[in-house]
């Protein structure tokens, strides 16, 4: 099925390990972006991008990196993992034009805790 | 910086009423509106999405509608049932497609 899938969906580290979360989209989308979501507080963005080779960060983008080197991958790198960061993330994608822009289509998530 | 404000932050409604959720912003220059609904450990499904220039979106039982001048959005689901029961987010997006999102209202629909 077409969609944004998310890779791993459950992470535990210890602080200052580094990892990657994976995220990739099958629908030809030009925008994807990062979410975190912790209790009581929505979602907030972390990092977007609008085509390969194109990203720009959000509101709390500390501690993270993004690079797209293609249009259908968009992974969310932690450099050195702290217990600020435990939460779900949330990877999401649209069409940036055109027909159906900016309705988001959101990955399951990815649980990660950091000890 | 906008806000996107949500209350109440939880409601229970038995089966057959009409539900109205609420969503407020402090900016009126929005680009678009758009209403999520997200189960328990799963991620988020787009259900309306309201352009700036229109003032209501329906699909089935919802019905979105949006208020610039007064900072705000309702969402009313009509006669609900058991498998309505989510967090419903609302979200003001910006012309580059980057979303601020309200922290949602749990919603429980009784049998």
Not at chain 2, 28 to 38: T, V
Request: glycine fraction near 10%; include cysteine.
């Amino acid at each position: 099925n077409a969609g944004v899938t998310q890779t791993p969906k459950f992470q535990v580290l210890k602080t200052g390990q580094s990892m990657t979360l994976q995220c990739a989209q099958d629908m030809n989308h030009e925008y994807m972006s990062w979410y975190r979501q912790d209790p009581g507080m929505g979602l907030r963005l972390i990092h977007y991008s609008v085509g390969a080779g194109i990203t720009d960060q959000g509101e709390v983008p500390n501690g993270y990196n993004v690079s797209r080197s293609t249009t259908e991958d968009f992974p969310l790198r932690l450099l050195s993992a702290a217990p600020s960061q435990t939460s779900v993330y949330f990877c999401a994608s649209s069409r940036y034009r055109g027909a159906g822009a900016n309705v988001l289509t959101f990955g399951a998530g990815s649980r990660l805790t950091v000890l | 910086k906008q806000e996107v404000t949500q209350i109440p932050a939880a409601l229970s409604v038995p089966e057959g009423e009409n539900l109205v959720l609420n969503c407020s912003f402090t900016d009126s220059a929005i680009y678009n509106l758009q209403w999520f609904r997200q189960d328990p450990g799963k991620g988020l499904t787009s259900l309306l999405l309201i352009q700036s220039s229109q003032r209501e979106q329906t699909s089935g039982r919802l019905n979105a509608s949006l208020d610039k001048s007064s900072g705000r959005s309702t969402l009313y689901i009509a006669a609900s049932q058991p498998g309505d029961s989510a967090t419903y987010l609302c979200a003001d997006s910006d012309s580059w497609g980057k979303l601020q999102f309200g922290a949602g209202t749990q919603v429980v629909v009784t049998p």
